[in-house]
């Protein structure tokens, strides 16, 4: 299993944002994906998650209606479309399955939010 995210980088307060994470090394459209983040100091934490075929998502309360979960299944990709974007954004965001029990994540895409 191999999990590569790519997208992150400085932005200003409202601006927006869409990463992306790569998958291989499993039936990507068998399996549900999640995105976390982790602020300097603070534990790492669910933002967002989406069903294996993409019919099921869930935000954290922080990500509601700014931030969008999605998946393409035939490119084994997923994403985070994150709009209005704040200072408290800012963190390392991974994205995650689990397969035969095992947690995977990938190396994580560094979200600077500061004008």
């Known amino acids: 299993v191999q999990l590569v995210e790519s997208g992150g980088g400085l932005v200003q307060p409202g601006g927006s944002l869409r990463l992306s994470c790569a998958a291989s090394g499993f039936a990507f459209s068998s399996y549900g994906m999640r995105w976390y983040r982790q602020a300097p100091g603070k534990e790492r934490d669910l933002v967002a998650s989406?069903?294996?075929?993409?019919?099921?998502?869930n935000y954290a309360d922080s990500a509601k209606g700014r931030f969008t979960i999605s998946r393409d299944n035939a490119k084994n990709t997923m994403y985070l479309q994150m709009n209005s974007l704040k200072v408290e954004d800012t963190a390392v965001y991974y994205c995650?399955?689990?397969?035969?029990?095992?947690?995977?994540w990938g190396q994580g895409t560094q979200v600077t939010v500061s004008s």
């Open positions: 995650n399955t689990i397969v035969g029990l095992r947690n995977f």
């Open positions: 989406i069903s294996y075929a993409g019919g099921s998502r």
